[in-house]
């Protein structure tokens, strides 16, 4: 299983997102794409249940995610944070999804909301060092099994 990209939504915008392998052959808006992201999450949820989704699978990939608070500078209710990961699509994926990538999307948001909690949140451009965190957290789960036996050897 590859983590392929990570990140965090909150009000339809992304503020933080790491590729480590491409999704797509052509540019994609990642500003429409996490608005439409947001909006299906949404309508899911509305529709069904609040905890009942965890993931969207497609042909390739699929998009596991969780669900939190935060509180903006601007803002005096505690508003929807969004924290997903693409993957490569697979086989019995969803023990996977809850053993392993569910409390590793969790530790993202947690350490964003114990960083960001009160701040103002509509420039994005102050959370790249955030990536960083992203790089630490997933670890090898970001690599290839050509990746993996690279390190070894």
Not at 79 to 89: M, Q
């Amino acid at each position: 299983m590859v983590v392929r990209e990570a990140g965090l939504l909150f009000r339809g915008f992304t503020l933080v997102k790491k590729s480590y392998h491409k999704t797509s052959k052509g540019k994609i808006d990642t500003d429409l794409r996490s608005g439409l992201l947001t909006a299906i999450l949404n309508f899911a949820q509305s529709t069904f249940s609040k905890d009942i989704v965890e993931y969207f699978e497609g042909k390739k990939f699929l998009i596991a995610f969780t669900e939190d608070e935060i509180t903006a500078e601007d803002s005096f209710e505690p508003e929807l944070i969004i924290s997903y990961a693409i993957l490569d699509k697979e086989k019995k994926i969803e023990r996977y999804i809850r053993k392993i990538i569910q409390p590793l999307l969790k530790q993202v948001t947690k350490e964003f909301k114990t960083l960001n909690s009160g701040k103002n949140l509509s420039e994005v451009s102050q959370f790249k060092v955030f990536k960083q965190n992203l790089d630490t957290i997933f670890g090898t789960d970001t690599q290839t099994i050509d990746q993996k036996l690279r390190g070894i050897f």
